[in-house]
Nanobody, 116 residues
Framework: QVQLVESGGGLVQPGGSLRLSCAASGFTFSSYPMSWYRQAPGKERELVARLFSTPGSTTYADSVKGRFTISRDNAKNTVYLQMNSLKPEDTAVYYC?????????WGQGTQVTVSS
């Protein structure tokens, strides 16, 4: 029932920008924290950013702080990740996620490649 669909990934040059979107359905979107994770080849999946339902409450990985911004549009049931000043080490599959019904739900992921 819960569905999370990411979009917006692609190939960008170092220093470039990209905005990821996640369309959510099947639950009361505004009541749940939403997160972005990423997984690079050979590495564990890591939390990139989290936006809580409490207004203005966010958390970011140290590696992206100051460069990435998470936001949500509750009217559209969509969460965004604005990524600026991208670096090659940001290359990964990015996943949208929420914790609901005693389990973590995941989207299919979208590939972000930062390379010259």
């Amino acid at each position: 029932q819960v569905q999370l669909v990411e979009s917006g990934g692609g190939l960008v040059q170092p220093g470039g920008s990209l905005r990821l979107s996640c369309a959510a359905s099947g639950f009361t979107f505004s009541s749940y924290p939403m997160s972005w994770y990423r997984q690079a080849p050979g590495k564990e999946r890591e939390l990139v950013a989290r936006l809580f339902s409490t207004p203005g409450s966010t958390t970011y990985a140290d590696s992206v702080k100051g460069r990435f911004t998470i936001s949500r549009d509750n009217a559209k049931n969509t969460v965004y990740l604005q990524m600026n000043s991208l670096k090659p080490e940001d290359t990964a599959v990015y996943y949208c996620s929420t914790f609901i019904y005693r389990a973590r739900s995941w989207g299919q992921g979208t590939q972000v490649t930062v390379s010259s």
